[in-house]
């Protein structure tokens, strides 16, 4: 089993997570103080209106703008107006009302001008369960696939939640079990259940001491969400470079996952943890388009609103005895480094690969075998379809959270995400048309035209007979004004 490290680099704007396998980053993950959402928290919350054309309610939770409750989101209300389960819902006019308090949660961040959308659904997640206080179902990952073991874990959550239940029947409620439940033990099981059930019954005591308004609890950090969904039995260390969040996420351990407190460490080194152990250079080489392979391949990975394109190419591999054996040994490698790249970068939706061709069936299937197991680490879901006619594989990963490029970046001022700039010369014929079109429709003294230095020296050299030719030709003298702050494709036209 590949043996794996967390490295844990803290600061009061920033966390940042590294997770190492053999050497290698496989996953990173960036929480900013400012950016951090709102999903998952619970609040306690006010009805200020109440609004029956929209079925919809704006509660006050505390925040600038009164959040958004819709009438599907309410549970716990009186059942639907008759008994079929078809059967429309209640109105929400005679569900809740103007000054009522609601324990809500929040299920989208507000956006733009819209506030953010609530449930009174409540859902806490653990390690190993995610808690639905007011539901009785037992739910299972979908990435569980086995008919067997899914029976078996809804048998065994069923009975381990029952227990106890006939003294405290406040604690009644349904479970959603996570991926990583799937080779868990019953010790394990109970335990996500006992810290679920604490957490929600510490949310029912605040929201009876608290008043309208108040946060009732708070999604985990990404530095206590390490120990609750990627510290694994794998993992060797689990390095912090702050002593105050080692402290606090020992205590934090000690009350809700005991098995991984012993992993912890505080790293003392004078050199900051990333440079150490050379992260931020897989940071920068993660941003970029094109990726090396060992074998002299490499792949473009291009990322666009709809989807994700990754391109391999063979460069200056020539290792292999003959063509088809270097571009099958290529495209095994490129499985192996585009699954990582996803789970790297955070890629999700739709991503098409354009592996080199290959003419036989068997090399295929092989680079197919190959990318189904890399991604099967992925602790995202991810499906994978075979070769198209085109010779395409497509796949999709479900989308979790923004990808690296886009937390960490925004488009170019330049090209405005384009990529690329207009040249010179072209700049140069486009200032040549405005100036012949403004003369048609005024008549200055002068015409000073002010751009990038690049452009005003092609003016000035390769295009001074076609600069000159204008200028005779509309009879106007025509000055030129080189402005080093200008982008290549900005310039003036100014009538004197």
């Not at 990435?143 to 009644?172: F, N, P, T, Y």
């Not at 010369?425 to 040549?432: A, Q, W």
Request: a negative charge; proline letters at 4%; charged letters at 25%.
């Amino acid at each position: 089993m590949a043996t794996q490290d967390i490295l844990i680099n803290w600061a009061p704007q920033e966390t940042r997570v590294a997770v190492v396998e053999n050497g290698a980053v496989q996953e990173l993950h960036v929480e900013r103080t400012l950016e951090r959402g709102l999903v998952g928290n619970v609040y306690l919350g006010k009805v200020v209106r109440v609004l029956p054309g929209m079925q919809s309610a704006f509660i006050d939770i505390g925040l600038e703008r009164a959040a958004f409750l819709h009438v599907a989101d309410l549970v716990g209300g009186p059942p639907r107006a008759e008994a079929r389960p078809d059967a429309p819902l209640v109105p929400i006019e005679r569900q809740v009302f103007e000054g009522q308090t609601l324990t809500v949660q929040v299920i989208k961040d507000a956006i733009g001008t819209k506030g953010a959308r609530l449930s009174t659904q409540i859902s806490i997640a653990g390690r190993m369960l995610v808690f639905l206080p007011h539901d009785k179902h037992i739910g299972i990952s979908q990435k569980i696939g086995s008919h067997e073991l899914r029976e078996s874990l809804r048998a065994r959550v069923q009975a381990l939640a029952a227990a106890g239940l006939e003294k405290d029947s406040d604690k009644v409620g349904g479970f959603i079990l996570r991926t990583n439940a799937e080779e868990a033990t019953d010790a394990e099981l109970a335990e996500d259940i006992a810290y679920l059930r604490r957490a929600w019954a510490l949310i029912r005591e605040r929201a009876q001491q608290r008043p309208p308004g108040s946060l009732l609890h708070q999604d985990l950090s990404l530095a206590e969400r390490v120990l609750r969904d990627l510290a694994v039995d794998a993992t060797g260390t689990i390095r912090i470079d702050s002593r105050l969040q080692c402290n606090a996420l020992k205590a934090f351990g000690d009350t809700y996952m005991p098995g991984t407190v012993n992993k912890l460490e505080l790293y003392k080194g004078e050199r900051p943890i990333f440079d150490l152990f050379g992260i931020e250079e897989e940071i920068a080489r993660a941003l970029g388009r094109r990726v090396d392979l060992k074998s002299g391949g490499y792949l473009i990975i291009d990322q666009t609103e709809a989807l994700t394109t990754i391109d391999v190419n063979t460069g200056g591999f020539v290792g292999a005895r003959n063509f088809d054996d270097t571009i099958f040994k290529t495209n095994l490698e490129a499985a192996g480094a585009m699954a990582r790249q996803l789970r790297l970068r955070n890629l999700g939706g739709i991503i098409i690969a354009d592996f080199i061709d290959m003419t036989r069936p068997d090399h295929q299937e092989a680079v197919l075998a190959e990318l189904r197991k890399q991604l099967a680490r992925d602790r995202t879901r991810t499906t994978v379809s075979g070769f198209t006619q085109l010779g395409l594989v497509e796949m999709t990963r479900k989308r979790t959270r923004e990808s690296l490029a886009h937390m960490l970046c925004e488009p170019c001022p330049t090209c405005q995400g384009r990529g690329q700039v207009k040249t010179a010369r072209s700049v140069c014929y486009d200032i040549l048309r405005e100036i012949l079109r403004e003369a048609r429709q005024f008549s200055p003294k002068e015409f000073r035209v002010i751009a990038s230095p690049a452009v005003v020296e092609m003016l000035l050299d390769e295009e001074s007979v076609h600069l000159a030719g204008l200028s005779e030709f509309i009879g106007k003298p025509i000055s030129l004004s080189a402005e080093a702050g200008m982008n290549p494709e900005q310039y003036d036209i100014v009538l004197v």
